[in-house]
């Protein structure tokens, strides 16, 4: 069994290539990378940074994090790519069940949290059926840092009762198959990952089943980032809002938006940590 401590790990013997001769059983670790920020990276993942052999990287991990692994460490970015070749997810899930079987400890390092949008369930199952040992590191999902930069709580006594992140992703034009009415009660939040191209159409949904055009809604590009934009907006006029973003970016709607502020660079709830010494 794979240690539960994921910086410390015994030596063994490594074969890079030429089949599963290791001395020791590898493991893979999937872990949560934050939004951006190095500092909302958690400290368990810190670890398992600093214990990996071999790093399995999406597009949206900044190099600033990348750094924290040891330089001996393999990096691969598996990253989606408009052009050239990307991984299936059936051939990432390979890689992390060989790279384990050769005795390596995998760190498969993803955006936000592993099982908020990010396929980690998948990459989960693939383990289990391989029988390799599979740890996750939770991390801190983009819409949290987002409320937090912004000062939008995404509960509000009286205001939000709820919040439920959907995800956008659908063909160009069309609008995800969500439960419209259900979102559309009021005294919610309804945050939207991967939205920007489907604003238009999740706005049309979301007012048809009958909510207000002037409930307050926010967009938040790059979240946790020194390039870091806030846009307060309303759902009538989210579309024209989202229009022309390019970074990874989150629509909110609800009424607790209200209490957003619009603005560049990392929102003043988001200044940077203490340093340690000044925590004792
Ligand atoms: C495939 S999902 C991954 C979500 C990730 N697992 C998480 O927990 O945040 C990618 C989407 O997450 C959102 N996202 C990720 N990082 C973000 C950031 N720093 N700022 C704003 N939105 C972000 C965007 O909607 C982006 O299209």
């Known amino acids: 069994m794979a240690s539960t401590s994921p910086g410390a790990r015994p030596h063994r013997l490594v074969a890079l290539s030429g089949g599963p001769v290791a001395a020791a059983p590898g493991a893979v670790w999937l872990v949560g990378a934050g939004p951006g920020d190095p500092d909302l990276l958690t400290v368990k993942a810190l670890k398992a940074l600093a214990g990996a052999d071999v790093v399995v990287h999406d597009g949206l991990v900044s190099d600033e994090i990348l750094a924290l692994a040891p330089r001996r460490a393999r990096r691969i970015s598996v990253a989606k790519r408009r052009s050239r070749h990307s991984y299936a997810q059936e051939e990432i899930c390979r890689m992390l069940v060989a790279f384990a079987r050769e005795g390596l400890n995998v760190v498969r390092l993803k955006g936000g949290d592993p099982?908020?949008?990010?396929?980690?369930?998948?990459?989960?199952?693939?383990?289990?059926?391989a029988?390799?040992?599979?740890?996750?590191?939770?991390?801190?999902?983009?819409?949290?840092?987002?409320?937090?930069?912004?000062?939008?709580?995404?509960?509000?006594?009286?205001?939000?009762?709820?919040?439920?992140?959907?995800?956008?992703?659908?063909?160009?034009?069309?609008?995800?198959?969500?439960?419209?009415?259900?979102l559309a009660r009021a005294n919610q939040t309804v945050v939207i990952y991967m939205g920007v191209a489907t604003a238009a159409s999740i706005a049309c949904r979301l007012m048809s089943a009958g909510r207000a055009p002037s409930t307050p809604?926010?967009?938040?590009?790059?979240?946790?980032?020194?390039?870091?934009?806030?846009?307060?907006?309303?759902?009538?006029?989210?579309?024209?809002?989202?229009?022309?973003?390019?970074?990874?970016?989150?629509?909110?709607?609800?009424?607790?938006?209200?209490?957003?502020?619009?603005?560049?660079?990392?929102?003043?709830?988001?200044?940077?940590?203490?340093?340690?010494?000044?925590?004792?």
Do not use: Y
């Open 115 to 129: 099982f908020i949008f990010g396929r980690g369930g998948e990459e989960l199952e693939a383990c289990r059926e």
């Open 131 to 182: 029988g390799v040992t599979c740890h996750v590191v939770p991390g801190v999902t983009a819409a949290l840092a987002a409320g937090a930069s912004a000062g939008a709580p995404l509960t509000h006594r009286g205001a939000a009762q709820a919040v439920t992140f959907v995800t956008g992703h659908a063909k160009a034009g069309e609008a995800p198959g969500l439960d419209w009415p259900a």
């Open 217 to 280: 809604a926010l967009i938040v590009e790059n979240a946790s980032l020194p390039i870091e934009r806030r846009i307060a907006s309303t759902l009538g006029s989210l579309a024209e809002a989202a229009a022309g973003l390019e970074g990874p970016a989150l629509l909110m709607v609800g009424e607790a938006m209200a209490l957003a502020q619009p603005g560049h660079g990392r929102g003043a709830q988001d200044a940077p940590a203490p340093a340690m010494k000044e925590i004792g």
